[in-house]
């Protein structure tokens, strides 16, 4: 198991916009649109019917290359030997995570601001969450969004991946790798699309997008 991860478009599920569809058909169209890590995340789910979400996760990702997070659960993740936890700012602490997790797992943390950030370079994790960039009505409790500015003033105060989650489309996606942010993290604009695969295509054509751009110099 390798810590890399391809943080490019970051599927994160939710079981109320993917239930027409269901999550497992949602996460393999995300994959076939180009998503290579996925984030299982279930507030209200039992934890036996997560575990088995996150073992028929797991099977249908074997082979794809796409990697399996779990959200808040690190009991879930062990359970499964999924590739990592995320975790936020109330949540397990990253220090005891990674001791349960062993250091071959993935492990994200949400920062929501500067002096968060700060304090999280002590931690042995691989990317933050940038959380949330934007407002967004798919999380109603989050800090007050950081904005392209704070997204920049994030960037140049470290070199660890980053993440932009909130509020994240198919329009605004360039605009925040341009800000710094190495990847995108969607909920709804990939759980709510009519076509995820498309939608998935759409979200890495934008970020990489940018990364062909011509650079002018500053
Ligand atoms: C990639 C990513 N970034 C941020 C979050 C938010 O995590 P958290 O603040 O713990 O909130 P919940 O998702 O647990 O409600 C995330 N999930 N993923
Ligand atoms: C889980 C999470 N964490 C911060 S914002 C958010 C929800 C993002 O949802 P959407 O991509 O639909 O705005
Ligand atoms: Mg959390």
Not at 119 to 147: H, I, N, R
Request: hydrophobic share 40%; glycine share 8%.
């Amino acid at each position: 198991m390798s810590r890399e991860c391809d943080l490019r478009v970051y599927l994160v599920t939710d079981p109320r916009l993917c239930a027409a569809r269901g999550i497992l058909e949602t996460v393999q169209q995300a994959v076939a649109g180009g998503s290579r890590l996925i984030q299982l995340r279930e507030k209200q789910t039992s934890t036996r019917e997560f575990v088995e979400l996150s073992r028929a996760v797991m099977a249908a990702l074997r082979g794809t290359g796409a990697k399996c997070i779990i959200n808040d659960r690190v009991d879930v993740a062990l359970a499964c030997k999924a590739d990592g936890v995320h975790v936020g700012q109330s949540d397990m602490h990253p220090s005891d995570a990674r001791a349960l997790l062993g250091s071959n797992a993935i492990l994200g943390l949400s920062v929501e601001t500067l002096e968060q950030a700060r304090e999280a370079e002590a931690f042995d994790v691989d990317y933050y969450g940038v959380s949330p960039v934007f407002s967004t009505p798919t999380k109603l409790d989050t800090a007050p969004p950081w904005g392209l500015g704070g997204l920049r003033n994030l960037r140049a105060s470290t070199s660890r991946p980053l993440v932009a989650i909130g509020g994240v489309t198919a329009a605004n996606a360039a605009e925040l790798i341009q800000a710094g942010a190495d990847g995108v993290a969607v909920v709804s604009a990939i759980c709510s699309a009519s076509d995820p695969r498309l939608a998935t295509k759409q979200l890495l054509g934008a970020v990489e997008d940018w990364g062909r751009r011509p650079q002018t110099p500053a």
